[in-house]
């Protein structure tokens, strides 16, 4: 991997490090020297260089752990956002709908079978200027009202009727008591009629 790609100083550090104890061990081991204080110091460096190494190392992870830390922070933003998003939306529909089975409701007023609107306007000509809303309320009224009339006019015949029904049947009942008189009648009067058939 080129050096030259790399942004991060530490990585860039690590890189380089990791080179030159790998150039130190490959001269170390190539060249045994007698020389102790040269291995000793060549020793040194080596320490020095993994105890720095560690230290990268170290910062790494706790960088690794930092980003981690921040994209779990921004994941869960992003996800309430979301969240959010996918209640509007679902509002949003709950909306549409409702809208569409106010659009859709079949009112009673249209199943009414209500006096056209020229009769109307004919028999209530105040009513001529009025908006349709208020000139389709009118109607409603007047056909109520007129509905109304033609109840009480109902249960006025329909107590008519039962007077009427209730008179008959006394009639009814005054004739059929005067059938049972007229045959008593005709049988008391059989002797009579027998006496004068003699004649």
């Given at each position: 991997?080129?050096?030259?790609?790399?942004?991060?100083?530490?990585?860039?550090?690590?890189l380089?490090?990791?080179?030159?104890?790998?150039?130190?061990?490959?001269?170390?081991?190539?060249?045994?020297?007698?020389?102790a204080?040269?291995?000793?110091?060549?020793?040194?460096?080596?320490?020095?260089?993994?105890?720095?190494?560690?230290q990268?190392?170290?910062?790494?992870?706790?960088?690794?752990?930092?980003?981690k830390?921040?994209?779990?922070?921004?994941?869960?933003?992003?996800?309430?956002?979301?969240?959010?998003?996918?209640?509007?939306?679902?509002?949003?529909?709950?909306?549409?709908?409702?809208?569409?089975?106010?659009?859709?409701?079949?009112?009673?007023?249209?199943?009414?079978?209500?006096?056209?609107?020229?009769?109307?306007?004919?028999?209530?000509?105040?009513?001529?200027?009025?908006?349709?809303?208020?000139?389709?309320?009118?109607?409603?009224?007047?056909?109520?009202?007129?509905?109304?009339?033609?109840?009480?006019?109902?249960?006025?015949?329909?107590?008519?009727?039962?007077?009427?029904?209730?008179?008959?049947?006394?009639?009814?009942?005054?004739?059929?008591?005067?059938?049972?008189?007229?045959?008593?009648?005709?049988?008391?009067?059989?002797?009579?009629?027998?006496?004068?058939?003699?004649?």
């Open positions: 991997m080129s050096i030259s790609i790399l942004k991060d100083s530490s990585l860039i550090e690590f380089e490090l990791t080179q030159e104890l790998r150039s130190l061990c490959h001269r170390v081991l190539s060249s045994p020297s007698s020389d204080t040269q291995q000793a110091r060549d020793r040194r460096t080596a320490m020095t260089f993994l105890t720095r190494l560690r990268l190392n170290r910062s790494a992870q706790l960088q690794s752990r930092a980003a830390q921040t994209t779990a922070e921004a994941k869960h933003e992003l996800d309430r956002a979301h969240l959010g998003l996918q209640n509007l939306y679902y509002e949003h529909q709950h909306f549409l709908s409702e809208i569409a089975q106010c659009e859709d409701y079949a009112a009673t007023y249209t199943t009414l079978d209500l006096v056209s609107e020229e009769d109307f306007l004919s028999a209530h000509p105040e009513q001529s200027s009025s908006d349709p809303h208020v000139l389709m309320l009118a109607r409603i009224q007047a056909e109520g009202d007129e509905r109304d009339r033609l109840e009480a006019l109902r249960k006025e015949l329909v107590g008519k009727k039962a007077a009427l029904v209730e008179e008959n049947k006394k009639r009814k009942d005054e004739m059929e008591a005067w059938d049972a008189e007229m045959l008593k009648f005709i049988e008391s009067a059989g002797p009579i009629k027998e006496a004068l058939m003699k004649y």
